[in-house]
């Protein structure tokens, strides 16, 4: 297998998480005897300082040239005042609206050894698996017309879909759900929105070629209730944009830290990963970051981009092992030295890679 992996680290925690992940990665396609060219380039604010722009050209055209972009985080407090267009997270969406992807993959998980830091009670998280797919190009954020009449003293935005739209990203949860446990529960407001009317109808009709998925219907309402109540009921969500971007937040409990969730976004020219946290510049620099979400983020990159599902499972499971031995960075340890072993970012990631050499080579 051969993959072209472009690495637009960024900012603050960016570089130090995407390196213990890249190592990661390095080992994998060492063991199995793939090769992983990794590229380098800059985004965010470090591109500002150096390039004058968040999205230099040459990242972009790099990105749309490799098999893969794996993203570290952008974003800076130096860069607080300048202007939306201007800033860090500008190249971030930017990059996202250049590789097109529609289908934002988020999965919230369990680890049994993290339930403390949840604020759901262990039996009600323990073994929940679920994995969100988002629609990331339409609905609200993107519908025309939107504005703010500051005269009129009124604003409107726009949720409109179509049905090719809706298909495209309900294919592709149908087919996620296949390779799982072949549930997908569609989430609407079908009661009170057209458009929502228009999701549930395509959704139902694209159903009909996945015969061995069992489809559910919920209302956008009772599923943030469902999804702390009973998490561990679902396998794969489909929602469109608004209500994924809530709901995949509310689901990030579950797993009871942001330093542990990775993403994907399939479905454009080129796919992009990235952990879901931001820069963190509280803790940049200092050796306290969480690689956890990146290595993970990387396990998606194997399952998505290079077909390599063992590989990817090994990642994981060798997550939970570290986790299960007692390892932690601060974030996770919360102050308790006691009953753990802190880790800082590096060590961490050498553990994760070490367990998962382990794993693999035991295979
Ligand atoms: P954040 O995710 O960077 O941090 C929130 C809190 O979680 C902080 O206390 C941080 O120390 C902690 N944290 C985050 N990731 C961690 C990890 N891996 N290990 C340990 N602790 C971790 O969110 P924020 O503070 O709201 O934003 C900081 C900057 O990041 C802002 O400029 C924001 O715009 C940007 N941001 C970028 C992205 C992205 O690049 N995709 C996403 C969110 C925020």
Redesign the pocket.
């Known amino acids: 297998m051969k993959l072209k992996i472009l690495v637009t680290a ?5 570089p130090e ?1 995407t390196n213990e992940a890249i190592a990661v990665l390095r080992d994998v396609a060492a063991l199995g005897g793939h090769t992983f060219d990794f590229d380098f380039k800059r985004i ?2 470090i591109a500002i300082v150096q390039d004058g722009t968040p999205l230099p050209a040459d990242t972009l055209a790099a990105a749309l040239d490799s098999d893969a972009v794996f ?7 130096e ?2 005042s300048l202007s939306p267009d201007k ?3 500008a190249g ?1 969406l930017g990059l996202r609206a250049a590789l097109g992807g529609f289908a934002n993959l988020r999965p919230a998980f369990a680890f049994k050894e993290l339930a403390v830091n949840s604020p759901l009670r262990p039996e009600i998280i323990d073994g929940a698996d679920i994995l969100f797919v988002r629609e990331l190009l339409g609905g609200l954020y993107f519908g025309q017309p939107r504005e703010w009449d500051r005269a009129k003293g009124e604003a409107w935005n726009t949720m409109r879909y179509t049905r090719d739209e809706v298909a495209r990203v309900a294919r592709i949860a149908f087919q996620l759900a296949g390779k799982r446990r072949n549930k997908l529960t569609s989430v609407d407001k079908a009661n009170v929105l057209e458009v929502s009317q228009l999701w549930r109808a395509t959704v139902i009709e694209v159903a009909a070629e996945f015969p061995g998925v069992t489809l559910e219907h919920q209302y956008v309402d009772a599923m943030a209730m469902h999804l702390m109540n009973r998490p561990r009921d679902f396998d794969v969500v489909l929602t469109e944009n608004l209500f994924g971007d809530i709901l995949s937040d509310e689901s990030g409990v579950i797993t009871g ?4 969730l990775p993403s994907a976004t399939i479905g454009g020219k080129v796919n992009l990963y ?11 620099g200092k050796g ?7 290595i993970l983020t990387g396990a998606l990159i194997l399952r998505y981009s290079a077909g390599l599902e063992a590989e990817a499972a090994a990642i994981e499971a060798a997550a939970r092992k570290v986790l299960e031995q007692g390892f932690r ?4 340890a919360r102050g308790n030295t006691k009953d753990f072993k802190v880790l800082s ?1 590096t060590e961490m990631g050498t553990k994760v890679r070490e367990t998962v050499k382990t794993m693999l080579v035991n295979a």
């Open positions: 960024g900012d603050g925690i960016g998480v965010g604010g993203l570290g985080a952008v974003g800076g407090n860069f607080n800033r860090p997270e971030l830290s942001l330093g542990m990235e952990p879901i946290h931001g820069s963190a510049p509280d803790i940049a306290l970051a969480n690689p956890m979400g990146a960075t601060a974030d996770l970012t």
